[in-house]
């Protein structure tokens, strides 16, 4: 089915548009861009059909990236709309926005999965240093591409949001503007232990749904931080501690520290406090 867009034309006010559909639309799925240890990032670029240079909204996640974008139709939200990536999806439900609206009114939208997530190779680093020197890196690329005019800004919610503060504090050249709304600022304080206090049910569902979902691969930072054995004592502890082990779900990652999605959930039970772990994950807003 062809891709539709509701809003070209369609007052939101009484005085107030959206621009003009000026282009069709090239689509090009799973772009292999190398980064400089040799990992490739899958990207999905929508782009005019014009042999023109335009400005590119950027977008970075962890997710499944065809229910990142896939055609929209309006109505309400429902809990239902992420069970079918690549079909339709409701209003409001595309993280960094309709790809086939930007690109119809001359952005060339780039979303990307970053490293260890989707068809990206390598091991997720949850916004660890490694995340965003890549997308520093993809931004140089994009800027060298024949359809950039050399500016790049970057779009979306949440992952998206959070992702758009780290890379703008490294200043990579050519990115001239964010959009960001809903990005916490401080993973420990703002999502894992809020107030000291473990929020392990979000944890849970997040790993289990939108990571799983994507094939997310972490890396084990504890492991390679505390070695083999130190690990492996570090995981015991946290079995016998009563609340944790207390918990049927944590008590299933526990047991089996190091398969699938599990190793990012142990990361974080083993940074209960703020620590370096948590600092590097942490924005600095004053390098913005």
């Known amino acids: 089915m062809e891709p539709r ?33 040799g990992v490739h990032l899958s990207c999905d670029i929508f782009r005019p059909d014009a042999n023109e240079r ?4 950027l977008g970075c996640h962890p997710y499944e990236s065809k229910a990142q974008t896939a055609p929209i139709r309006p109505g309400p939200l429902s809990t239902t709309r992420w069970r079918n990536p690549g079909q339709e999806r409701t209003n409001a439900s595309l993280e960094a926005g309709d790809p086939y609206f930007f690109a119809r009114r001359g952005y060339v939208h780039v979303i990307c999965n970053v ?14 240093r490694r995340e965003i020197q890549d997308v520093c890196a993809l931004i140089q690329w994009i800027r060298q591409q024949p359809w950039c005019n050399g500016r790049v800004g970057m779009f979306g919610v949440s992952y998206f949001a959070r992702i758009q503060l780290f890379v703008a504090a490294e200043h990579p050249e050519g990115l001239t503007c964010l959009f960001c709304p809903w990005a916490s600022t401080d993973f420990y304080r703002d999502v894992m232990y809020r107030g000291g206090i473990f929020a392990y049910e979000w944890l849970l569902g997040w790993s289990r749904t939108s990571l799983s979902y994507a094939e997310c691969r972490p890396a084990n930072h504890s492991k390679a931080m505390l070695g083999e054995r130190a690990y492996r004592q570090a995981v015991q502890e946290l079995l016998e501690d009563e609340d944790l082990g207390g918990v049927p779900e944590l008590r299933s ?35 913005i």
């Open 5 to 37: 867009d509701f809003l070209s034309g369609s007052a939101f006010g009484t005085d107030w548009w959206t621009s003009p559909r000026q282009y069709g639309v090239v689509v090009e799925r799973d772009v292999r861009v190398r980064m400089s240890d």
């Open 115 to 128: 490293r260890g997530t989707g068809r990206s190779e390598g091991l997720w680093q949850f916004m660890g």
């Open 253 to 287: 990652v526990l047991e089996r520290p190091e398969e699938g999605i599990h190793p990012f959930i142990v990361d974080v039970l083993l940074h209960p406090l703020y620590d370096s772990f948590w600092r590097e994950r942490s924005a600095q807003l004053e390098e």
């Open 54 to 57: 335009f400005p590119v909204i």
